[in-house]
């Protein structure tokens, strides 16, 4: 969904990190992709990260989806940007 539907832009002051699959059919199929690369067009401080798969929640390991590999690195992205 994009940010104008929740305001006038992302606030300047608010870093933003966007995981997901490259080919998960809802986070690719469905658009989500599309608003997450124009929010970091648009953000001052802000990154998109894309694993190679197709699972939509692949960092949940109580799922069949799970990745361990992916949430591995999500999880140590995440916990980089936490402590910036």
Same mark, same amino acid.
């Given at each position: ?15 933003? @990190?966007? =995981?997901?699959? %490259? ?21 001052? %401080? ?8 197709? @699972? =939509?929640?692949?960092? !949940? ?5 799970? !990745?361990? !590999? ?5 999880? @140590? ?8």
């Amino acid at each position: 969904m994009p940010v104008s539907e929740f305001g006038p832009g992302w606030p300047a002051a608010v870093p933003v @990190q966007v =995981h997901g699959m %490259d080919a998960d059919p809802i986070f690719v199929g469905e658009g989500d992709i599309d608003a997450a690369r124009a929010l970091v067009e648009e953000a001052d %401080d802000a990154e998109l990260f894309l694993y190679p798969g197709d @699972q =939509h929640y692949f960092a !949940d390991s109580s799922l069949p989806s799970f !990745d361990p !590999d992916a949430a591995a690195l999500l999880t @140590q992205r995440v916990l980089a940007f936490l402590s910036r």
